[in-house]
Every structure is written in C-alpha cells, then in structure tokens.
C-alpha cells in the first residue's frame, strides 16, 4: 500500500490498471456539513492477492483525478464497486462521468441470495473469510495527516473487494443472472439518479395531510430550500429541518412579524436572506392557482385493492423469494403488490427481470390463471 498525491503518480498507477481485467475502488468522503460530497480519499486494488494497492489522495495540492476518470471510461478494464451510489454521486458532480463498465457487489449479493443491501463487512466474512476493523468508519477523512489506522481501514475496503468480485461473477455466470444485475446498475448509471431538482423537492418531504394549498406552499418552501442549499454547498437542514417546513406551510407567514411567532426556525432563518426567500416562498404558495396545485400519491390511497389478492400475491412473492434467493423486497414492494391487485400495470415488478421471477406468475394470478398450493413447507403454482 502506497499513497498516490501527484498527477503523475496517478497517470502510472491508472495506466498499469488499464492491463488489468478488473480494479477495485472505493471513496471516503465527508458531507455533515455541505451539500456535495467532498472527496477525500480514493482507494483502488488491482487483482490477486499481493496485486498493488493505493490510496489516492486527491486534497493533494496540485494533483488532477483526469487520470482517474481516464481509467472510468476505458471498457476493457471493469471498475468493481460495493454499494456504489454515493461514490457515484461524487464522481458524476465533479466530473460528469461514470465508471463503465461497472461493477456493483452489493447489487450482485442481493441477486445471488445474500439479502437485501447487505454490508460489505457482511459478505468480507462470508466470502473472503476475513473481519474488518471498523474503528476508523466515523474519523475525519479531511484531515491530514491520515493515521496508519485510517490508512488500513481504508485499503480493506478495496483489498477483500477482490475475493468478492471473483466470487459473485463466478455465482452470476453459473446462474445466468448477469442481466440482473446489469439492469439494476443502470439505475445508478443513470444522471437522472443523481440530479435534485429543486422544483421536485418537496416530493421528498413527508407530510400528513395532502390539501392542495397546504401542498403548494409545500412545493414553493421546499424549492426555496433545495436552491438556497445547492448554490451555497449546505445541508438543507441547516436552512431549516422538515418540521419547521411544515410549521410554515401551516402557518403561512407573509411578513417578517408573522416568522417571527414560528417555533421550530432556526434563530439564522429568522432574518436575512433565509428569512426573505422564506415568505417569498410562501406568498408564491399561496398565488397557485388550484388546477396548478401539486399532485400528490393520494391517489394510491383511493386504489381499489383487491385485498384478497394482495393477501395472495405476497404468498406468491415469499415463495418466490425463497425459490430464487432474492430477497422479496428486492424482487416486489409492497406498494407493487397492492398496484397488482388494484389492476394496475405500471409497477417495476412486472418489467425486467422481475417480470421472469415474480411478475409473469402474479399477472397469472390475477387472471384466475393458476392457483397456489401447500406442498409440505412450500408453496407451489398450479394452472387451473
């Protein structure tokens, strides 16, 4: 293990990987007090039990990751990943590009009959047979400089990343399964992943009542928050938290007297330019028009379930999660098996592979095509 913080350094290491059929990566990050991410540490292992192994350090002054990102869009070399999401989120808004092809151990795992979004601590003692020191999981990764404590942490997350990758492509390739997975990873190659949209935020905030007004208010506060925080690299709760948000959209402030009556704001949204975007927002709110109001999931609320189906289709889904090994959730929601049986068809357990594991047999089901049957400690499908 060696720790990389000049351009060129990067450019060999990079260039030995691009001979390799794999290499592994893996980030640490901080993001308690920004919106982004910031990138503080890169690791990456290249194949075998001794293959080299670095720490790249890109807060280095003067050091370029365009080696990096290089290596990201070189198709021959696959870039091996648990539970790649968020470094995903940082290579894409640093540099608008993702590593292809990719390779998602924790994606792999779940279709390979490890559960749902197992850890990596979880399959580094069931596959590679190792245990990991988690004591350095929390340190600040911003400073330096890093303690060998740091270091090691570190490098384990890409060095026991070798062991699994090998053995999950061998579990896929023996099961066919490597179109799952790669239809699940294109979720997270996707930008539309990774891009909030300040005019969709409120969509995230959760809410007990779904009143048009109350909602529109909702709508024009949330979207003051999310822009407010993107252009100034803040968390949005330091803004303010949700439960203010809904305060205010209860309240309807128009004046800085009103805010000033409110309980749960944050002494720095109480004045300035918070305190301003906040009533604007609310006047916004309270200027929609009701055709304009925003649509809310209550509609899933008035689905008329069959319940006698869903309380079916779920039996079907444990069989076959246990059939298969996948975990159920994986497979089906919840609100996917209500949608079903409510005769809706737009549910992503009826496309992909989902569709061959579960969707194909609960459409049947629906249909009055086959029944389900107990057979010992199973249960089966038969055609009626």
Not at 195 to 220: D, L, Q
Not at 260 to 268: H, N, P, V
Not at 327 to 340: E, F, G, P, Q, V
Request: aromatic share 8%.
């Amino acid at each position: 293990m060696h720790t990389i913080s000049t351009t060129e350094a990067l450019t060999d290491f990079c260039n030995r990987a691009k001979q390799a059929p794999y290499v592994t990566v893996d980030t640490e990050f901080l993001r308690e007090r920004t919106y982004w991410s910031k990138l503080c540490l890169v690791q990456m292992a290249l194949p075998g039990k001794d293959g080299e192994a670095v720490l790249v350090d890109p807060l280095a002054e003067g050091i370029s990751l365009e080696p990096l990102y290089d290596l990201f869009r070189h198709a021959p070399t696959v870039k091996v990943f648990h539970a790649a999401r968020q470094d995903l989120e940082i290579f894409f808004t640093e540099a608008q590009v993702f590593p292809h092809p990719l390779f998602d151990t924790q994606v792999a795992a779940m279709v390979c009959g490890f559960g749902e979004q197992v850890g990596y601590e979880t399959l580094v003692r069931k596959i590679a047979k190792q245990s990991l020191d988690k004591t350095s999981r929390f340190t600040d990764w911003s400073r330096r400089p890093l303690t060998e404590a740091q270091k090691n942490y570190a490098i384990a997350d890409v060095t026991h990343l070798r062991v699994i990758y090998e053995f999950l492509s061998k579990e896929l390739a023996k099961s066919g399964r490597e179109s799952w997975v790669e239809e699940e990873e294109a979720i997270l190659l996707n930008p539309e992943t990774y891009i909030n949209r300040p005019e969709e935020a409120w969509m995230r905030v959760k809410t007990r009542t779904n009143s048009g007004r109350f909602m529109a208010v909702v709508r024009e506060l949330a979207r003051f928050r999310e822009g407010f925080a993107q252009a100034r690299n803040i968390p949005r709760s330091r803004i303010f938290k949700d439960d203010a948000l809904l305060e205010l959209a209860s309240t309807k402030p128009t004046s800085m007297e009103e805010l000033g009556k409110s309980r749960l704001l944050l002494r720095e949204a109480r004045r300035g330019e918070i305190a301003e975007g906040i009533i604007t927002a609310v006047k916004a709110g309270l200027e929609v028009k009701p055709e304009d109001f925003p649509r809310t999931g209550s509609d899933e609320a008035q689905l008329q379930v069959n319940t006698a189906l869903a309380d079916l289709l779920r039996v079907l889904l444990k069989a076959k999660s246990e059939q298969t090994g996948v975990a159920a959730k994986l497979i089906a929601t919840a609100s996917d098996l209500d949608r079903i049986a409510a005769g809706k068809r737009d549910v992503a357990a009826l496309h992909g592979w989902r569709l061959e594991v579960f969707g194909t047999d609960a459409l049947r089901l629906a249909d009055g095509e086959i029944a389900l049957t107990a057979a010992g400690g199973s249960v089966k499908v038969v055609a009626v």
